[in-house]
């Protein structure tokens, strides 16, 4: 069955680093498209970022353009969020995201907190 485990929240200073891992197992990870969202206390949850199967192609949100980079490693089926310059704003549980057969599925999250 997919299963997808991230790893590598925290709490950091406004300004500091963080790299979140996602483990992937369960399909062919190397032909899906993988997506980071996070959501806020109170908030929806909202797309991060995302990265295309063979391509590596990359989008992301405005807010964190410039700042976030999403990568993968096909070999290691694993996804990963490189954050830096973080926020206050960007406290948030952060989740990955995987569409197989028409079936979204979710990891079970990983905090991020930012406060001084």
């Known amino acids: 069955q997919v299963q997808l485990v991230e790893s590598g929240g925290g709490l950091v200073q406004p300004g500091g680093s963080l790299k979140l891992s996602c483990a992937a197992s369960?399909?062919?990870?190397?032909?899906?498209?993988m997506r980071w969202y996070r959501q806020a206390p109170g908030k929806e949850r909202d797309l991060v970022a995302h990265?295309?199967?063979?391509?590596?192609?990359?989008n992301y949100a405005d807010s964190v353009k410039g700042r976030f980079t999403i990568s993968r490693d096909n070999a290691k089926n694993t996804v990963y969020l490189q954050m830096n310059s973080l926020k206050p704003e960007d406290t948030a549980v952060y989740y990955c995201?995987?569409?197989?057969?028409?079936?979204?599925?979710w990891g079970q999250g990983t905090q991020v907190t930012v406060s001084s």
């Open positions: 995201y995987v569409l197989v057969n028409g079936r979204g599925y």
């Open positions: 369960g399909f062919t990870f190397s032909t899906y498209f």
């Open positions: 990265i295309t199967s063979t391509s590596g192609f990359t």
